[in-house]
């Protein structure tokens, strides 16, 4: 009798414990599931809104846009930074392309302050922003110039793009804001220019010239130590002096 009484007993406490352990592999299972869950819609939400996002970005740079010239500094910078959020080089080059081609268009705009892409840097409120922004187009610039191939027709009028948009944004004297009463704005411009070149500097800017002097030799001739580096870009020389 005693000894069926500790049978009964030994057998009830092993179901227990084998319902308590088939309990917490259950528990196991639906924790795993929740966490796969939400990997999966994590997943297509990243992916529902950078389809979203690339789309409008399509949108924004549609060629056949008759207002795409007379697009504001603002509107150029808000675009700027949605497909900044999501860049991917292979996925969006040709949006980059047409990003910096964007840019350099308001640039050239006439009397048009508000169009002018480097206005936002007298922005109280955008200044750091826009440094920010212009810094890492800049380098996506410096990133595509070291994939190009100038021997290559398209990839030779891409490098003529991003050497264009490293010249623009690295040197003032182009820069049609700070003619006239906009002369006053120069030191501080020139400030800026330097801050965006030191943070090239920091990153291999000067790696990035010597891969185009070694690719294209008649576009870029470099050297170190405040000597002047020259451009060619397309029938236009630019010419400044680095600080190294």
Avoid at 49 to 67: T, W
Avoid at 112 to 130: F, G, I, M, Q, R
Wanted: proline content about 3%; aromatic content about 12%.
């Amino acid at each position: 009798m005693f000894t069926l009484s500790q049978t009964s007993r030994a057998w009830f406490i092993d179901r227990a414990r084998q319902a308590r352990e088939e309990r917490l592999v259950q528990k196991e299972r639906e924790r795993a599931a929740v966490v796969i869950q939400a990997h999966v819609r994590s997943f297509l939400c990243r992916s529902r809104l950078q389809r979203d996002i690339r789309r409008e970005i399509d949108d924004f740079f549609k060629a056949d846009d008759p207002e795409s010239t007379k697009r504001s500094a603002l509107c150029i910078f808000k675009i700027a930074r949605k497909l900044l959020f999501l860049f991917r080089i292979k996925e969006d080059n040709e949006r980059f392309e047409k990003l910096c081609r964007s840019i350099l268009s308001s640039m050239d705009a006439e009397n048009e302050p508000k169009v002018w892409y480097v206005s936002l840097a007298c922005s109280k409120d955008l200044t750091l922003l826009w440094i920010k922004q212009i810094k890492s187009i800049l380098w996506y610039c410096c990133d595509f110039l070291k994939q190009l191939k100038p021997e290559i027709l398209q990839d030779s009028r891409l490098i003529t793009l991003y050497l264009t948009m490293l010249v623009t944004f690295t040197d003032t004297s182009t820069w049609k804001i700070l003619r006239g009463k906009g002369e006053s704005l120069r030191p501080a411009m020139n400030h800026i220019c330097a801050n965006i070149m030191g943070h090239l500097n920091q990153h291999g800017f000067y790696s990035v010239l010597q891969c185009c002097d070694g690719l294209f030799p008649d576009l870029v001739s470099y050297a170190p130590h405040n000597n002047p580096v020259r451009w060619s870009v397309g029938r236009s020389w630019y010419d400044w002096q680095l600080s190294c």
